[in-house]
């Protein structure tokens, strides 16, 4: 699998992804390579949300001549293959974390902002008409071990009065009764705004409206290379040269070494992995009471996030392998769907049909940035493997950027991505996270 953190070029002739969401959704028409030297206002690297919601906004909005290209097809990277989870936030950090290192009126503003990123989702998936199965059953956080349910208590006390958020509490009957028949859970944190979509089908969808907006998309057409020139940029494709004036790089956790080191060397790229089970029996169904339409995380450092999808298959995704040449390894599949047989009782039979995995963004500062990090140069990236709703932001956010516009006071939108402290050993610090994240999580 390609592996951003050794390849120093993503070229366009990749495996199939293999995805649950390939199989579901009806097929978009491929977008055609570019083979012709050409000239843009802003050329956009990569359309997956970020970089589709940039050039839709500085189409739309500022009417600009907008060039986007990507190595294969719209959403190939982690886009059209993430669990589908519409999350009120990004990163790795939560409001609490965020108010004790900015202070309570900065976390106030990261939750606008990750409201307006949910808002913005919201609209575009109305304005656009986009067909992507909305579950919206809200966002349940459950607890792995006994004593955490303390934890959530605090949490739902902290939200309900600092941000007139109105999250719900659930003790352990509670949550049997109304959410699912968990086994190792006793308690649940209920985020309402939250909610599941077919991702695939969304980024097809935002392709679309960039499209009709008057974007100029390409598919297969990887940039190798860009060098600054006189009047812009010089961007080198296999078989087209783009002369731009502004660049914008959104291609987050799939940036190649060779493409951009700024980005490569401030964005661990982590694998998360997921599998699809076969349909569940009726009886199965019923021993499971799901309550359809929620979406589920929890509360591990090394967290499961799992779903019940429309056509009453589970999703579950978690932590993959370290590296691109151990994605495949079955290994990590049978882990995922091991873990999910001890969160559900009466599944024992149950396989998994589709399993997958895609690279996440991680910061060392655990939250992500859309920054201009030289004149005309501009990224987003870092979200740390929650991005579905915020890359919708942060789009808007880039094409406000390049337009010239200023950003809200936040500290991600105030500086780059920090450089990782010895980069060439971000691998090994991985591997010790884990380890560390295995014994916190059993025994801690
Ligand atoms: C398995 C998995 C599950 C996830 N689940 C969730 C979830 O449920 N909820 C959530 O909020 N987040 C989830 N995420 C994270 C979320 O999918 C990402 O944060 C989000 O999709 C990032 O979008 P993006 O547009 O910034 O990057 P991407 O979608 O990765 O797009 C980058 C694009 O850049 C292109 N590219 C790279 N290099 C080049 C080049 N040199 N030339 C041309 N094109 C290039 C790639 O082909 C790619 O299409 C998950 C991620 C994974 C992998």
Redesign the pocket.
């Known amino acids: 699998m390609y592996d951003p953190y050794i390849d120093t ?2 070229n366009s002739n990749q495996p199939d992804i293999g995805s649950y969401w390939q199989a579901a959704t009806q097929a978009s028409p491929d977008y055609p390579a570019l083979k012709r030297d050409i000239r843009c206002d802003t050329l956009v ?7 589709l919601n940039c050039g839709y906004e500085l189409a739309k909005k500022y009417q600009r001549d907008v060039v986007m ?4 097809q ?6 059209g ?7 009120r936030g990004t990163g790795r950090l939560g409001l609490a974390q965020l108010a004790s290192r900015f202070g309570i009126d900065t976390a106030r503003v990261f939750h606008q902002e990750y409201g307006a990123a949910i808002s913005r989702v919201n609209q575009l998936i109305a304005l656009g008409n986009i067909d992507c199965q909305p579950q919206a059953g809200g966002y349940y956080k459950l607890t792995h071990k006994s004593g955490m349910a303390r934890t959530l208590r605090q949490q739902a006390d902290f939200l309900n009065q600092n941000f007139d958020y109105p999250v719900q509490f659930f003790d352990k009957s509670q949550l049997l009764q109304q959410i699912v028949n968990h086994q190792q859970a006793d308690a649940a944190l209920y985020f309402p705004d939250c909610y599941g979509v077919n ?1 695939l089908a969304l980024v097809q969808g935002y392709a679309k409206m960039a499209v009709e907006a008057g974007v100029a998309l390409f598919g297969q ?3 190798t290379h860009f060098k600054r020139v006189s009047k812009g940029f010089e961007v080198i494709t296999p078989q087209a040269v783009i002369s731009a004036r502004n660049l914008v790089l ?7 070494r060779g ?1 951009y080191p700024g980005i490569n060397q401030s964005c661990l790229p982590v694998l ?3 599998i699809v089970t076969e349909p569940l029996s009726t009886s199965q169904l019923l021993q499971l009471n799901w309550q359809q339409n929620s979406i589920i995380m929890d509360t591990r450092m090394l967290k499961y ?1 799992y779903r019940l999808l429309p056509d009453n298959r589970i999703l579950f ?1 978690g932590r993959g392998a370290i590296t691109g040449k151990a994605a495949s390894d079955p290994v990590y599949p049978r882990r995922l769907l091991r873990a999910l047989k001890h969160c559900f009782a009466g599944l024992e039979n149950l396989t998994y049909q589709y399993q997958w ?4 963004g991680v910061s060392f500062d655990d939250l992500p940035r859309v920054c201009a990090v030289e004149p005309n140069l501009f990224y ?2 870092g ?1 740390c ?5 915020f ?1 919708a932001l942060a789009g808007e956010r880039l094409a406000q950027l390049v337009a010239g516009e200023t950003l809200p006071a936040l500290p991600i939108y105030q500086s780059t991505l920090p450089a990782f402290p010895m980069s060439a050993l971000r691998r090994q610090g991985q591997q010790m996270f884990y380890q560390w994240g295995r014994f916190k999580d059993r025994f801690l």
Do not use: E, H
């Open positions: 070029t993503l690297i990569g359309a997956g949300y970020t970089g290209v990507d190595a294969l719209p959403g190939w990277g982690c886009s293959r993430n669990g589908g989870f519409v999350l991702p057409t990887p940039v959104a291609t987050n956790a799939y940036t190649a493409l998360s992995s997921v996030y995704g995995s895609g690279w996440v987003a990236a979200y493997g929650s991005g579905l709703s890359s």
